[in-house]
């Protein structure tokens, strides 16, 4: 489970700085990706 928590954690620290760095919204993000804000948002709090 620890090995899980460290890669959500991880890639949810590269969505962000994605975000930043591409001045991207969530919705372009999930509509992309095929994922649910819920689930996006989970991924981003690791």
């Given amino acids: 489970m620890k090995k899980k928590t ?5 890639l ?4 962000n ?3 930043k760095r591409a001045k991207l ?3 372009y993000v999930c509509e ?3 994922m649910g804000h819920d ?8």
Wanted: include cysteine; aromatic fraction near 4%.
């Fill in 32 to 34: 992309t990706l095929g």
């Fill in 25 to 27: 919204k969530n919705e």
């Fill in 17 to 19: 700085e994605l975000l």
């Fill in 39 to 46: 689930v996006l948002n989970g991924i981003k709090k690791g």
């Fill in 6 to 10: 460290v890669c959500c954690s991880d």
């Fill in 12 to 15: 949810g620290a590269y969505i």
